[in-house]
């Protein structure tokens, strides 16, 4: 069983910067592929990045693109989603995702991952 912890969110203001890290308890995390995804209040979860078991491929969506930056150190067991430029639609909880599969690239779908964070609020002000 993969507990999944997220901190590092905030308030910010528009243009700023945070650093999301999520922190995995299972040593077996440099085997799994990760994701971020994020929910606004009264809208569906969606996805936001996502970053392959090896660290060798990522993939965003197309409104953080050239703007947030997933990374993991799975020496740490953690994944990182750098956020730069926050505008106020990013304003939402964040949610950190393991996959129910090892050794896949990672997907944009919510239904590949299997372990879910407890989330963390961002919040960007304008």
């Known amino acids: 069983q993969v507990q999944l912890v997220e901190s590092g969110g905030g308030l910010v203001q528009a243009g700023g910067s945070l650093r999301l890290s999520c922190a995995a308890s299972?040593?077996?995390?440099?085997?799994?592929?990760m994701g971020w995804f994020r929910q606004a209040p009264g809208k569906v979860r969606v996805f936001v990045a996502s970053?392959?078991?090896?660290?060798?491929?990522?993939s965003y969506a197309d409104s953080v693109k050239g703007r947030f930056t997933i990374s993991r150190d799975n020496a740490k067991s953690t994944v990182y989603l750098q956020m730069n430029s926050l505008r106020p639609e990013d304003t939402a909880v964040y949610y950190c995702a393991a996959d129910a599969t090892p050794y896949r690239s990672g997907f944009s779908m919510t239904t590949t991952y299997g372990y879910w964070g407890q989330g963390t609020q961002v919040t960007v002000s304008s």
């Open positions: 970053i392959s078991w090896s660290g060798g491929r990522t």
């Open positions: 299972e040593r077996a995390f440099s085997t799994y592929a």
